[in-house]
């Protein structure tokens, strides 16, 4: 199998007619995708690759399971049924670089509470809140990337792309414990005189109940549905770049009384192979501490993406959360916050 320097440097070489600036594009897109991923990836891929790094420390090596248990802003981006959830203006952001590669991923997520219906259920399933809403802002910039061409001069560039998401939830009075969201996204990045645009949309649901003296989570979202176009303008060709639609269904299970949480989740291409993947993470709670572990199996992967962490959450009102990615072509570690305001 060939090493990541050599796949990038056959895109390059084997360059489309669109000249050279298709090459430089086509080799920042296929690092892009290879560092979010951490898989080989064959030329002409998916486009929108920012969207593949998980938002939130806690979400690390858990995948598709954490559709399941996203709570807070960073709701938006995992699954926007979890919104109606929201109590108070959350925020919750981080900074990092991503497996080692030279990429500086970012996020910013602001989620509040819209509207307050008296629900129909007694239980704490159904919450206080029955609609809310988050922005979020994701970020990923790759430095000094190089490029050359057939006479032999090079250079080097920086490529950017951001991923904006406005999202809601509600809860379905008729159904208790039921709630939906949607997510509206935008894509646009940048490659030297090349800009791109694209529109989006996600859909998730979620039905939380108490059954045995159990919390139950069942959660099903689908993201960039029916493909999203990425249009690039100022190429010389112009070209479209799809996101793949994805689909994922995942269940959470609290035990000992919120002490010990169990979450799995399965995801798949709707019209694209090789999208399959398995995630699973359990997380054990004392007092103000948590501590995670997860597994990410991917259908293109040799190995499990692992990823290990902790939150310290002191009161009730912030919480700090780190998370190590061990990969085969760098380790990443993060760290994010969440913080809710009065």
Same mark, same amino acid.
């Given at each position: 199998m060939r090493s990541h320097g050599q796949r990038i440097a056959?895109?390059?070489?084997?360059?489309?007619?669109?000249? &050279?600036?298709? *090459?430089?594009?086509?080799?920042?897109?296929?690092? @892009?995708?290879?560092? $979010? *991923?951490g898989a080989s990836v064959d030329v002409?891929?998916?486009g929108g690759a920012v969207a593949r790094i998980p938002v939130g420390a806690g *979400?690390?090596?858990?995948?598709?399971?954490?559709t399941a248990i996203a709570h807070g802003a960073d709701s938006g981006f995992w699954n926007p049924a979890a919104l109606c959830d929201v109590e108070d203006v959350s925020v919750g952001g981080a900074h990092t670089g991503w497996l080692g590669a030279g990429i500086r991923h970012q996020y910013l997520a602001v989620g509040a509470p819209l509207l307050s219906i008296p /629900?129909?259920?007694?239980?704490?399933?159904?919450?206080?809140? /029955? =609609?809310?809403?988050?922005? +979020? &802002?994701?970020?990923? +910039? @790759?430095p000094n990337i190089p490029w050359w061409e057939d006479d032999r001069r090079q250079g080097v560039f920086s490529a950017g792309t951001d991923l904006l998401l406005v999202s809601w939830g509600v809860r379905l009075q008729q159904w208790p414990g039921v709630s939906f969201g949607v997510s509206v996204k935008g894509y646009t990045e940048r490659i030297l005189e090349g800009t791109s645009l694209g529109l989006g949309f996600d859909a998730g649901l979620l039905w939380v109940a108490k059954l045995a003296g159990l919390t139950l989570r069942l959660a099903a979202v689908g993201r960039d549905l029916g493909d999203t176009r990425i249009r690039w303008r100022g190429t010389g060709d112009e070209? =479209?770049?799809?996101?793949? &639609?994805?689909?994922?269904?995942? $269940?959470?299970?609290?035990?000992?009384?919120?002490?010990? *949480?169990?979450?799995?989740?399965?995801?798949r291409g709707v019209e694209r192979s090789g999208l399959g993947s398995v995630g699973a993470g359990v997380a054990l709670r004392f007092s103000w501490l948590r501590l995670r572990l997860a597994a990410h199996w991917r259908e293109r992967d040799a190995a499990p993406l692992l990823g290990v962490g902790a939150s310290l959450a002191p009161t009730e009102r912030w919480s700090v959360h780190y998370a190590y990615m061990p990969a085969k072509i760098g380790s990443s570690h993060l760290v994010s916050f969440d913080l809710e305001l009065p």
């Open positions: 056959c895109c390059v070489a084997g360059r489309p007619s669109g000249g &050279w600036f298709a *090459s430089v594009l086509a080799a920042t897109l296929c690092l @892009i995708a290879v560092v $979010a *991923s002409g891929y998916d *979400s690390a090596g858990m995948g598709p399971a954490y /629900s129909k259920m007694p239980d704490a399933a159904a919450g206080r809140r /029955s =609609v809310g809403a988050a922005f +979020t &802002w994701v970020s990923a +910039t @790759i070209p =479209v770049a799809r996101v793949p &639609w994805t689909q994922s269904l995942a $269940a959470s299970v609290d035990l000992l009384r919120g002490g010990l *949480s169990v979450a799995v989740g399965y995801e």
